[in-house]
C-alpha cells in the first residue's frame, strides 16, 4: 500500500505540475478565461490530492487498515472523475462530461472521512 500510494502521489504531482504549465502557456490563447478557469480548478484539486495521498501512503505504513486503504483509493478516483472531467470539458467541449465531475468531488469527500474515521479510531500511546 505504502509504495503504491507514494507512486500515485508522485504521478499525480507530477501530471499536475505539467497540465498547470501546459494550461498557462499551452491553452492560453485557445480557451476562454471560464474554460482556463475551470482547468484550474481541475489543476489545483489535483496538486492538493496528489499531497494528500502521499499523506495517506505515510500514515498506511504506520496506521495499516481499510479506513486508510479506502481513503487513498477515493482520492485516486476522486482526481480521475473530478479533474479528469474537467480537463475534457474544457479542451474537448463535451458539457455533458460535466456530470461526472460531482461524482469525482464525493470520491474527494469519502476520502476525507475514511481519513477523519481512520484518525478517530487511532489509539495513541501516551
Do not use: D, N
Not at 50 to 79: D, E, K, N, T, Y
Amino acid at each position: 500500500m505504502l509504495r503504491g500510494f507514494l507512486m500515485l502521489a508522485a504521478f499525480f504531482g507530477f501530471t499536475g505540475v505539467a497540465l498547470g504549465a501546459f494550461a498557462a502557456h499551452g491553452l492560453k490563447k485557445s480557451l476562454t478565461a471560464e474554460y482556463l478557469a475551470i482547468f484550474h480548478t481541475g489543476v489545483t484539486y489535483q496538486l492538493v490530492h496528489a499531497l494528500a495521498l502521499f499523506g495517506v501512503a505515510l500514515l498506511a505504513a504506520h496506521v495499516p487498515g481499510r479506513l486508510v486503504l479506502w481513503a487513498g483509493v477515493s482520492f485516486s478516483i476522486g482526481i480521475l472523475l473530478f479533474s479528469g472531467s474537467l480537463y475534457l470539458l474544457t479542451t474537448i467541449g463535451i458539457g455533458k462530461l460535466g456530470i461526472i465531475t460531482p461524482f469525482g468531488g464525493l470520491a474527494f469527500l469519502i476520502g476525507w472521512l475514511c481519513l477523519g474515521l481512520a484518525a478517530w479510531r487511532l489509539q495513541l500511546t501516551a
